[in-house]
């Protein structure tokens, strides 16, 4: 509940508060129970009713039905304050949750999970303000299907379920589709401090330092750029590391290749129009 709209750094799954749907086969522990916990994922906050010391709330009774019988989840959203009822019965709380306004986003954690019967009441705003909001939808598209190279072309890749793997690759993977002006992020982790890419209408990364970059070798890092005639930005892991003006009036299309020797996830690319710096697309639903 209340998710951002593209997936965490280093993550397949959305910034949010879950309400977990898991198998109970999978037993109860002190950390977690099978029949629907709440808890902030990936940088959200969320105050547990009856926690156990740490940010999740705990069902006050167990009132979930094996696999393969269906279980009826209701789930209420208010001003940042959360609650589940499993099977008509009111188990679990959460409040003054951050953000509080965001998408409803379905997951599956590495094997099937089945939804129906999903209905929504839209309750009256609160007014949540654009601090308390998740990251919305604004017109990037993902490059990676998670299941194939679809679109791509290169050797000794292997697709990885989120994770695009180019450890062992010799030669870079080259994405067929062009870009000119465009904006673009992804995250990788590799052993080294360079940047594993080359994107249209910016040169190779080398020179820049590891202080400037902030790369965190073996962990996962988050590159944003935004190329438009007359400037180029770059981001990483929050900061902006490059700044540049150029005199030009236009872009040539080229390709956006991946570098070997690294893992990918979270690849997505939104086409900018040269004079507007982006596309005006009609702001998208998202909820309180």
């Known amino acids: 509940m209340w998710a951002d709209a593209y997936p965490a750094k280093g993550q397949p799954f959305h910034r949010g508060v879950e309400v977990q749907v898991l198998e109970n086969a999978y037993g109860n522990t002190r950390g977690y129970t099978t029949h629907g916990d709440i808890f902030p994922i990936h940088g959200a906050r969320m105050t547990p009713v009856n926690g156990r010391g740490g940010a999740r709330a705990f069902p006050i009774e167990n009132r979930s039905k094996p696999s393969p019988e269906w279980n009826h989840y209701r789930v209420v959203c208010n001003n940042g304050d959360i609650s589940l009822a499993v099977n008509g019965k009111l188990v679990t709380q959460g409040k003054e949750s951050w953000p509080r306004k965001g998408y409803i986003c379905l997951e599956s954690e590495g094997s099937p999970v089945q939804f129906r019967n999903m209905k929504l ?168």
């Open 121 to 288: 009441k839209e309750l009256p705003s609160t007014g949540a303000k654009p601090e308390e909001t998740a990251n919305v939808l604004d017109g990037f598209r993902s490059l990676y299907t998670g299941v194939d190279l679809a679109g791509w072309e290169g050797g000794k890749w292997q697709s990885n379920d989120w994770r695009l793997n180019g450890i062992k690759a010799e030669k870079r993977l080259v994405y067929r589709e062009k870009f000119a002006n465009y904006s673009f992020f992804a995250d990788w982790r590799g052993k080294s401090i360079y940047l594993p890419f080359k994107l249209p209408n910016i040169r190779e990364f080398g020179w820049l330092s590891e202080s400037q970059t902030g790369v965190r070798p073996g962990k996962w890092n988050r590159i944003k750029v935004i190329r438009v005639p007359g400037s180029t930005t770059v981001q990483i892991n929050g900061k902006t590391v490059v700044v540049a003006t150029h005199e030009e009036e236009q872009l040539s299309s080229g390709n956006l290749e991946l570098l070997p020797g690294a893992e990918f996830a979270n690849l997505f690319v939104k086409p900018l129009k040269a004079s507007s710096g982006g596309r005006k697309k009609a702001p998208q639903k998202i909820h309180e």
